[in-house]
């Protein structure tokens, strides 16, 4: 089964500095991850995801995640923090079972950023 | 914009009442899924439909039902209300029976049960 924990439920960073935001997935079989991103008052909408190839992906907005086999993370960093960027995040797990691909979101990160 | 819709944007209703959530899928979606979204339980996959069919169900109670029209669109139906089904429910649409993962949602549809 798939399951993914992403660490810190709120993160605070000054406008200008690094973003990086955690996540760990377990899955028993190759997966494909996902970030997304909720503005407030808004649905989800996708940042970034990974399924084969080149294990740092690029999304929008100059976010970028890597994932990296042997850790079972797939954490999203931005180098500079916009303000624009206040917004809660999602990391996501899409595994293959019987055929059909689930996917499980983690339980989301608040980021905060400071003028 | 992702191009699914869905009403209400809001909903205010009493214990023990239902209520139904209309979702619209982006044009030429085939796939439609449902999630709730509350404080305590983060964002909990419901139901799947593909092309008017259930392909998967998750997290979802007896007291729920959905369905996918012909048309495409779909609708959750929430029966016998409890305080604690207060929450964001969002549809979210793909082409694919199996998207891997890359859905489009809607701004979801936040219900109110007092």
């Known amino acids: 089964a798939q399951s993914v924990t992403q660490l810190g439920s709120h993160v605070s960073v000054s406008e200008g500095a690094l973003v990086l935001l955690r996540c760990n997935y377990s899955?028993?079989?190759?997966?494909?991850l996902f970030w997304y991103v909720q503005y407030p008052n808004q649905g989800l909408q996708l940042l970034l995801k990974?399924?084969?190839?080149?294990?740092l992906v690029k999304g929008i907005n100059g976010f970028e995640a890597e994932f990296k086999k042997s850790e079972t993370s797939f954490h999203l960093t931005k180098p500079s923090a916009h303000m624009s960027d206040a917004a809660e995040y999602f990391c996501?797990?899409?595994?293959?079972?019987?055929?059909?691909?689930?996917?499980?979101f983690g339980s989301g990160t608040r980021l905060q950023v400071q003028p | 914009d992702s191009g699914v819709t869905q009403t209400p944007k809001h909903l205010i209703t009493a214990t023990g009442q239902r209520v139904t959530l209309r979702c619209s899928p982006r044009?030429?979606?085939?796939?439609v899924y449902w999630y709730q979204q509350s404080l305590d339980q983060g964002l909990q996959f419901l139901i799947h439909?593909?092309?008017?069919?259930?392909?998967a169900k998750g997290n979802i109670l007896e007291r729920f039902s959905a369905q996918q029209f012909p048309d495409l669109h779909s609708e959750l139906n929430l029966s016998s209300l409890e305080l604690g089904d207060s929450a964001l429910y969002f549809c979210?649409?793909?082409?694919?029976?199996?998207?891997?993962?890359?859905?489009?949602f809607g701004e979801g549809s936040r219900l109110t049960v007092l």
């Open positions: 979210a649409s793909s082409v694919a029976a199996s998207s891997g993962g890359e859905l489009f």
């Open positions: 899955s028993s079989v190759p997966p494909y």
């Open positions: 990974y399924t084969t190839g080149a294990t």
């Open positions: 996501a797990v899409s595994e293959r079972t019987g055929g059909r691909r689930a996917l499980t």
């Open positions: 044009s030429g979606d085939l796939s």
């Open positions: 439909y593909y092309n008017g069919e259930e392909r």
